[in-house]
C-alpha cells in the first residue's frame, strides 16, 4: 500500500511550477474549484506521487507558512543527488544542510521549498552496517 503525500501550499499554480522545475514533476490530474483554487494536483516524481492543494482554511486545510512550519520531511532519493539538490536550489529552493556524506552511507542534503514544505535529497554512495550508524548516531547526538 504506497502513502502518497498530500501537501498544502499558498499558491498551488506556482508550487506545481516549482515542483516541476527543482524535481521533473509531471502534471497528471487536477481539481479546481469554482473560486478558482486547486483542491488537487496530482503529480508524479520519479515514480513517486505528490498531491498538491491551496489552502481551505475555512475546512482547516492549512500551508506550513499559516501553521508556523512543518513537521514533515519528504525525502527524494535519486541517482544524482548533486545534480537533483543543484535543480532545486536553481528553482527557488532554500538550503538548510548542504550536500553531505553522512554517516550511514547517503549523499544527504536538505532544502526548504518556496512554500515551506522541506525535502531531503539522498543518493545512495556505500553500504554501512546497521551497528556502525548505531554507534556513529550515538556519538552524532551525544
Known amino acids: 500500500m504506497p502513502i502518497t503525500p498530500h501537501i498544502v501550499v499558498q499558491g498551488a499554480e506556482s508550487a506545481v511550477a516549482f515542483y516541476r522545475d527543482a524535481f ?3 502534471e497528471l490530474d487536477r481539481i479546481p474549484t469554482p473560486d478558482g483554487r486547486l483542491m488537487s494536483v496530482q503529480l508524479r516524481i520519479s515514480d513517486g506521487m505528490l498531491h498538491v492543494a491551496d489552502e481551505f482554511p475555512e475546512m482547516g486545510v492549512l500551508a506550513p507558512s499559516t501553521i508556523g512550519g512543518t513537521a514533515v520531511v519528504l525525502s527524494l532519493e535519486v541517482a544524482d543527488a548533486e545534480a537533483v539538490f543543484a535543480q532545486a536550489i536553481a528553482a527557488g ?3 538548510r544542510q548542504p550536500l ?3 554517516f550511514w ?3 544527504h542534503g536538505q532544502l526548504d521549498d ?3 514544505h522541506r525535502w531531503n535529497v539522498s543518493q545512495h554512495v556505500r553500504d554501512v ?3 556502525e550508524i548505531v554507534a556513529a548516531a550515538a556519538r552524532a547526538f551525544a
Open 24 to 26: 521533473g514533476a509531471e
Open 129 to 131: 552496517g546497521h551497528d
Open 105 to 107: 552511507g547517503d549523499l
Open 100 to 102: 553531505h556524506e553522512m
Open 93 to 95: 529552493g532554500q538550503v
Open 114 to 116: 518556496p512554500y515551506g
